[in-house]
């Protein structure tokens, strides 16, 4: 039998939580996953090396590629290794050590990229040393900024509309943000990303930072069509809680926000926490005007974060990814 092929677009945790619930899926459906992650980020290891170096961020990719690593104790350790982290040396506090605060895999990416020439193929062989169960591309091979036009970005000057400019200035502003964009405002999207897209039988976007982890996707021209005209099912996964960047953004205005941005989107299913979401019949409307129905199902963890349990999100999605065409 031909596997199901899936592709998740996020970045950063959100991404990651989405992926290790498709691995908790992979016992009762078989999975072909690729995940699509965004190449806006501008903070920590990864923005030092886009500064420093140029080519992509490579944080939320190396996320993605730990998420799917295999299972195998020696990818293991490997996985672990891509996620260590380097300490200041010697007390200094990181000022004197370029190697501070670098996660080991950032390094590695960017080293493989250089060698190769390709981040694709520089995903790839690194997911070959994870032994990763799925492909992790780059939504376009050229890095991206994002800006915002952000209300009340200071906090003194409520009604004043500013632009702000950083995928990490982006989510962590104090305003609201009225629109957002990406420079170049029309990069080249990922070729094989494009393919995976069109071959896809689902499409995941969700959880995640909304305005800098989900949206962007949509916002490259090359990848906004491939999605509109795939003839894949199309499912929503809403956030727990709204974060800094959508304070104020109900999970009815997280999909409205979807249409804003590529109206010709419409999706298939919705999936929320059923103690997250609140009045469902709001977002059972939302989802209505995308053209979807909605699931509600316990996929939080249990200790009252907001975080999204893998194995229980992983089991809300067998049953549909594995309904019937």
């Not at 260590?84 to 605060?101: E, K, V």
């Not at 199309?234 to 304070?247: P, S």
């Not at 109206?263 to 009045?279: C, I, N, T």
Request: charged fraction near 20%; hydrophobic fraction near 45%; glycine fraction near 12%.
């Amino acid at each position: 039998m031909t596997p199901t092929r899936v592709v998740a677009f996020g970045g950063g945790h959100g991404l990651s939580a989405s992926l290790r619930a498709l691995r908790h899926c992979v016992p009762g459906l078989d999975l072909d996953i690729t995940a699509v992650v965004t190449v806006g980020d501008d903070g920590g290891s990864s923005g030092r090396l886009r500064a420093e170096r140029g080519g992509l961020p490579p944080g939320d990719l190396r996320q993605a590629l730990v998420a799917l690593a295999g299972d195998h104790p020696a990818t293991r350790r490997s996985a672990a290794l891509f996620q260590h982290r380097f300490a200041a040396a010697g007390g200094s506090g990181g000022a004197a050590d370029p190697l501070a605060g670098h996660a080991v895999g950032n390094l590695l990416l960017h080293g493989l990229t250089e060698l190769l020439g390709d981040p694709v193929v520089a995903l790839d062989h690194a997911g070959a040393m994870l032994g990763a169960v799925g492909r992790v591309l780059p939504m376009s091979r050229q890095p991206v900024g994002i800006e915002a036009r952000v209300r009340g970005a200071d906090p003194d000057r409520p009604d004043e509309v500013r632009t702000v400019r950083g995928q990490h200035q982006v989510a962590v502003t104090s305003g609201t943000v009225e629109s957002l964009r990406l420079t170049p405002a029309a990069p080249a999207a990922c070729a094989e990303a494009v393919a995976a897209v069109r071959a896809a039988d689902w499409l995941i976007f969700g959880p995640g930072s909304w305005y800098t982890s989900v949206l962007p996707h949509l916002l490259v021209p090359g990848l906004a069509d491939a999605i509109v005209s795939s003839p894949a099912r199309r499912l929503v996964t809403l956030n727990l809680v709204a974060e800094k960047e959508t304070f104020g953004l109900s999970l009815p205005d997280h999909l409205d926000t979807l249409r804003r941005y590529l109206p010709e989107l419409k999706v298939d299913m919705v999936l929320a926490d059923s103690k997250a979401v609140g009045d469902p019949v709001a977002v059972e409307v939302a989802a209505e005007s995308l053209g979807a129905r909605l699931v509600l199902a316990p996929v939080a963890v249990t200790d009252g974060t907001p975080r999204h349990d893998p194995a229980a999100l992983g089991a809300a999605l067998v049953p549909v990814l594995g309904a019937d065409r």
